[in-house]
């Protein structure tokens, strides 16, 4: 169950189908999503558009590697989906990352994430050695580059969150489209507290 009064962010929405699936589960009371690329905050808002006039969901341009415009502690959840915790490359950036999430989270609220697990199988993996950090790699299918995590690594960035649950998973459906992308035991589902 949920409570009417609690805060949900979801970092990089996407075309918005997560928060959509929470809203129908009534996971949350209110809602913001963000996400860099017009694309998405349109698609997202025209998806959502009932409830954004009601005032359960916010959608917004940001990046979530900088200063992002909440207060501190205002979510009881954050999650991200192989969105920025993936997609950015820089360490700088990276750490300015982690840091939102833990300073945006209330006492007791919780980050859950999947990202891309370094000793995972990667049939569509390609290794670019002028990317300088072997936990960066390039993906066939567009070229984006992806950072990978170890264990040990999630625990450093996320130090100042106590870690309840971090499980080896295979699959993940891509937030633009439908295909699902299997690789072996290739990500992290973690859930971190606050507190």
Known sequence: GTC??????????????NLLYLLENKFSGKYVGIDQTDISISKTSS??????????????????GEQLPFSDESFDCVFDIMSAITFIPDEDLRLRYFDNICRLLKPGGIYFFLCVRTEGFFKDKILDPNLGDESLFKRKFDNMIEKSYISDELERYLHKLSLKKL???????????????????????????KG
Do not use: P, Q
């Open 167 to 193: 499980d080896v998973v295979s699959e993940h459906i891509r937030a633009f489209g439908d295909e699902n992308f299997e690789r072996e035991n290739g990500f992290w589902f973690g859930c971190f507290m």
């Open 47 to 64: 998806l959502l558009n009932n409830y954004i006039n009601h005032g359960i969901v916010k959608i917004l341009k940001e990046n979530a």
């Open 4 to 17: 009417s009064n609690t805060n949900t962010l979801e970092i990089g929405c996407g075309f918005g189908r």
